[in-house]
């Protein structure tokens, strides 16, 4: 491979390629417009044919721009263009006929095979699929579908071809040499990686984010990199070994790519959740797979400090000190990242699902948390699941303490119950009665999909098996079969409510049952001395067994209901303690509830106590938090803990939090990120937003700027425990 690699790395701005990744783009999003091309030069063909003739030309017409500080090719900034409002119009209408999948019917949060898809490459994949269509030669559908594929593959190649030479462009018009060499260097890469394997880390780093870009410009999100530090490894050894690059230059390289993350945001009003996962154990013996990588990518996340790269660290028993002190040195930047993960509960739940053990060592992470079998399951999805809303109508007989309407089952009259048992079976019922409910809302979307019609030929290019089984990823051709999660929320609205009856009601006999109702009902007006003896009862998150044991009965109940149900494809459904940010919008939807809480107010966050409930310390909340048996929880869990920055700053008292997370994940904890912005500083961004418009946060799975996300949510995250 002589002159195909050099040491030397050309000079760049960093802050001025950031700053106009971030900067505002002008024109429309014009991606119909070149898919209407495709499907109006190919109408009457296979419907999968036809769409990757309008993939081709989204790929090789967009416009190809490159930053003048580029180390690396892509953009989405091709998106828009400047198109009168007729071409978009007429654009919209031809791609009518061709409805696109969504969330729901696994479009994107997805984690493609890239272990697979690297060292193939273009060439690698073409041979595959020329390899397919032989074998299933006379059978129609699926010699269209491995077709559509190659369409697909070919115009992938022809795109990055396109990028080269806009790459030779900017070489042409550079007004010195280094930057002339630095644009000769991409256009020479780009053309080695449109159609070879990629031989250095280099190489390999451009074919990767060539295909987030592709992934892009198709209008996918949360497109997961999955474990980034162990498929470029092998490449990053080779070249660090022989001196061509340092770590120094790996990270500058991966900055330079992953800050481009940040034009999604810009270029269509959200942030891109694109989860990378590093650490954790190696497929085949489950022994360390951290690596100097490994601490590159934490290196390279800081140096961008976008909320974009979602990067989860998969921790365990034998994670070093080291790299649990490098993640707590950049969670302690203020960006939340890495999110914190425990192989030693995440493992066993997703073997509880059926997958073999290899690929559940190997798993990684979509979107904020969910657990995902990389390159070898469809897209995945969720939805929110209401729990305390239940919990509402158990007491009211299946009726709304907000409209009054019914909206459960009758479960007989709360004054009947005479101990907690009879509530928690009502309870019960009224949660199966919900999710028999939910699943059917759930499925009503997915039976009904045209999925013959609506193929997703080039993702399925890097997804086991779909290429030997010439059958598309939602159809058949991934080795596993769908998954879809239901995100119970309010662990500890529940909990709390349930001790809080358990001592109010059936053992200090300050109310019955049916008085608790009227007060819920009337949101505590008139019965406030009521209210503060249920905010003095026992609460999730300070080791007391009266509330913790609700946290997990809540679990277990999750998890037995929805493990009776199947996705349309025969797949599982699982369950997640997690809720984004709708613990506030979900929190709408219900009325007071018995822990104290008015109607209408955020429920608890995700799987973390309530909010300023958990009064007796970090050790004793993680004593709570890691009661209940997360191996049920195949998605995953969301725990958001605030520490004060001193706590990150002394080198002591990070190796003693280390020591807390270590423990919390020994005994079952799941799950763990941590904001560390003061509530002074938050309080500030609120009343002065122009002087914290770069101020990143920990949200819930994810992280965003402070100041843009809506006042209950920044509300939600100040009232969040300080811990010292």
């Given at each position: 491979?002589?002159?195909l ?8 701005d960093?802050?001025d390629?950031?700053q ?8 429309e999003?014009?991606s ?8 109006a ?5 296979e419907n ?46 031809i ?15 997805y984690?493609?095979n890239?272990a697979h ?6 060439e ?8 397919s ?9 699926k010699?269209a579908?491995?077709?559509a ?11 990055i ?7 030779d ?5 550079a ?9 000769a260097?991409i ?7 449109s159609?070879?394997a990629?031989?250095?880390f ?8 060539m ?38 230059d ?14 999604r ?17 190696k ?28 990067l ?29 993960m ?7 739940a997703?073997?509880?699902m ?6 559940c060592r190997?798993?990684?992470?979509v ?17 929110r ?6 919990l ?9 303490f ?16 005479t101990?907690m048992?009879?509530?928690?079976a009502?309870?019960?019922a009224?949660?199966r009665?919900?999710a ?5 809302a ?25 290429i ?5 990823i ?6 596993y ?22 001592t ?10 049916g ?6 009902a009337?949101d ?5 001395e ?20 609700y ?12 493990d009776?149900y199947r ?6 459904f ?15 939807e219900?009325g ?38 997360y191996?049920?929880v195949a998605?995953?869990?969301?725990v ?17 939090l ?7 994940f ?7 990120q ?11 961004a609120?009343?002065?937003p ?5 101020l990143?946060?920990?949200?819930s799975?994810?992280?965003?700027y ?13 009232s ?5």
């Amino acid at each position: 491979m002589k002159g195909l690699v050099t040491k030397m790395l050309f000079p760049y701005d960093f802050e001025d390629l950031k700053q106009q990744a971030l900067a505002p783009a002008s024109g429309e999003i014009a991606s119909n417009v070149y898919r209407a091309r495709g499907y109006a030069a190919h109408t009457g063909e296979e419907n999968v044919i036809a769409r990757a003739y309008a993939i081709r030309e989204l790929f090789v017409s967009h416009r190809k721009h490159l930053y003048a500080n580029d180390r690396f090719a892509g953009s989405v900034r091709g998106l828009r263009d400047d198109f009168s409002k007729e071409e978009l119009a007429r654009a919209d209408k031809i791609c009518e006929a061709y409805p696109e999948r969504w969330f729901w019917l696994n479009s994107d949060h997805y984690a493609a095979n890239y272990a697979h898809f690297l060292p193939a490459g273009v060439e690698g994949t073409l041979a595959e699929i020329d390899a397919s269509l032989k074998n299933w030669e006379g059978d129609a559908e699926k010699t269209a579908f491995l077709r559509a594929a190659r369409i697909t593959m070919e115009a992938f190649s022809e795109m990055i071809l396109g990028y080269a030479e806009a790459a030779d462009a900017m070489a042409d018009a550079a007004a010195n040499e280094d930057d002339r060499a630095r644009f000769a260097d991409i256009a020479a890469r780009c053309r080695r990686i449109s159609f070879a394997a990629p031989q250095n880390f280099r190489d390999a780093l451009q074919l990767l984010w060539m295909t987030y870009v592709a992934f892009a410009y198709e209008g996918r999100f949360a497109m997961a990199f999955g474990r980034m530090d162990q498929y470029l490894y092998p490449y990053f050894a080779r070249d660090i070994e022989a001196g061509i690059l340092t770590e120094d230059d790996v990270v500058e390289d991966l900055a330079s790519v992953l800050v481009k993350i940040g034009e999604r945001c810009v270029m269509t009003g959200g942030d891109d959740v694109c989860n990378i996962a590093i650490g954790g154990v190696k497929p085949e013996d489950g022994s360390d797979a951290t690596n100097r990588l490994s601490f590159c990518l934490i290196r390279a996340v800081r140096k961008c400090f976008i909320p974009g790269p979602n990067l989860s660290a998969r921790l365990h028993r034998n994670t070093t000190d080291e790299f649990m002190d490098a993640c707590l040195e950049s969670i302690g930047t203020g960006l939340g990242y890495p999110a914190l993960m425990n192989d030693e509960v995440n493992i066993p739940a997703l073997l509880r699902m059926g997958y073999a053990l290899e690929d559940c060592r190997n798993y990684c992470m979509v979107g904020c948390i969910e657990n995902f079998m990389q390159g070898k399951q469809p897209p995945w999805s969720d939805s929110r699941f209401n729990t305390p809303l239940y919990l509402e109508y158990a007491l009211n007989n299946g009726r709304s303490f907000l409209d009054g309407e019914k909206h459960g089952i009758e479960t007989g009259d709360p004054d009947s119950f005479t101990s907690m048992d009879e509530l928690i079976a009502a309870f019960t019922a009224q949660i199966r009665y919900g999710a028999e409910n939910h699943i059917k809302a759930f499925d009503s979307y997915n039976n009904v999909a045209d999925k013959e019609n609506m193929q997703s030929p080039f993702l399925s290019c890097f997804c086991d098996d779909c290429i030997a089984r010439g059958l598309d990823i939602n159809r058949g051709g991934a080795v596993y079969k769908s998954a879809h999660a239901a995100c119970s929320v309010g662990i500890a609205s529940v909990a709390d409510s349930l001790a809080a009856i358990e001592t109010v009601v059936f053992r200090d006999h300050v109310v019955t049952l049916g008085q608790l109702r009227d007060a819920l009902a009337a949101d505590f007006v008139g019965y406030e001395e009521l209210r503060q003896k249920l905010l003095d009862a026992p609460k999730y998150g300070n080791d007391n067994d009266v509330a913790d044991k609700y946290a997990i009965w809540f679990v277990k109940i999750q998890a037995e209901i929805f493990d009776e149900y199947r996705t349309y494809d025969g797949g599982r459904f699982y369950v997640a303690i997690a809720s984004n940010v709708q613990n506030v919008s979900a929190g709408r939807e219900v009325g007071a509830t018995p822990d104290g809480r008015r109607a209408m107010h955020a429920l608890s966050d995700a799987a973390s106590p309530m909010h300023g409930m958990d009064r007796s310390g970090p050790t004793a909340s993680a004593l709570s938090l890691c009661k209940p048996d997360y191996t049920l929880v195949a998605c995953g869990t969301v725990v958001n803990q605030k520490y004060t920055p001193e706590m990150f700053a002394n080198p002591e008292k990070r190796a003693k939090l280390g020591a807390v997370i270590r423990s919390y994940f020994l005994m079952g904890g799941q799950e763990l990120q941590i904001n560390c912005v003061s509530k002074d500083t938050l309080r500030d961004a609120q009343m002065h937003p122009e002087n914290y418009e770069s101020l990143v946060v920990r949200v819930s799975g994810f992280s965003a700027y402070y100041t843009k996300l809506e006042q209950a949510v920044q509300d939600d995250i100040l009232s969040r425990t300080e811990h010292f």
